[in-house]
């Protein structure tokens, strides 16, 4: 069966810091990988996409970046973090086609202090 | 393009009373619907979803949606509210890519 992982759980991390959470899906091949951030009161905002190792698509001009490394691992990163980067991040994975729903990860809640 | 409404931020019913939560779409092509529960801290999962099938669709936890063209419309019910259906709900939309357009959720809270 497949299972997505994200790490870490909780992260506090100061104004100016860098930031890398990763996301990684077992049990599938070639999965679609999305990020989301999910602020109070305001739903999920697709981040990013990708559909291949090294393929990434930019939803939402931002302090954020993405990369796909490996086929089952997605990493969020920034260089400095602002305080408006605070919030749930969420990963999925796909497979293909519009039909097929997604699977998110268990998520991680960051605070820009 | 597509989009999700879904109306009312916060719902609270009764347990054992009737659960309805509102959602209407916009899509320019034949759209896939689906709906998800998020539980405090943690990710979100699956209910239901309608890929152009049956209208009527029956999802975990005793959930139902009924897809309705002419309403652009896919509520989500349950007849009998309990406990544990306490959390958010989300409605999404997908069109012809893989991308899904998620509603701002409802909040639900259940009264004893």
């Known amino acids: 069966s497949q299972t997505i992982h994200q790490w870490p759980a909780t992260l506090v991390q100061p104004v100016g810091s860098p930031l890398s959470l990763e996301c990684t899906v077992e049990?599938?091949?070639?999965?679609?990988l999305y990020w989301y951030r999910q602020a109070a009161g305001r739903g999920l905002q697709l981040l990013f996409y990708s559909v291949g190792i090294g393929q990434i698509s930019s939803e939402v001009p931002q302090n954020l970046s993405a990369s796909r490394p490996q086929d089952r691992q997605f990493i969020l990163s920034s260089k400095k973090l602002l305080l408006s980067d605070s919030g749930f991040y969420l990963c999925?994975?796909?497979?293909?086609?519009?039909?097929?729903?997604?699977?998110f990860g268990p998520g991680t809640r960051l605070t820009v202090l | 393009a597509q989009s999700v409404t879904q109306l009312g931020s916060h719902v609270s019913v009764s347990e054992g009373a009737l659960v309805l939560l509102r959602c209407n779409y916009s899509?320019?092509?034949?759209?896939?619907l689906f709906w998800y529960v998020q539980y405090p801290n943690q990710g979100l999962q699956l209910l239901l979803k309608?890929?152009?099938?049956?209208?009527l669709v029956k999802g975990i936890n005793g959930f139902e949606a009924e897809f309705k063209k002419s309403e652009t419309s896919f509520h989500l019910t349950k007849p009998s509210a309990h406990m544990s259906d306490a959390a958010e709900y989300f409605c999404?939309?997908?069109?012809?890519?893989?991308?899904?357009?998620f509603g701002t959720g409802t909040r639900l809270t259940i009264i004893p």
């Open positions: 999925a994975w796909s497979v293909g086609l519009a039909r097929n729903e997604q699977f």
């Open positions: 049990g599938t091949s070639n999965p679609n």
């Open positions: 899509s320019s092509v034949p759209p896939y």
């Open positions: 309608y890929t152009s099938a049956a209208t």
């Open positions: 999404a939309v997908s069109g012809r890519n893989e991308k899904l357009t």
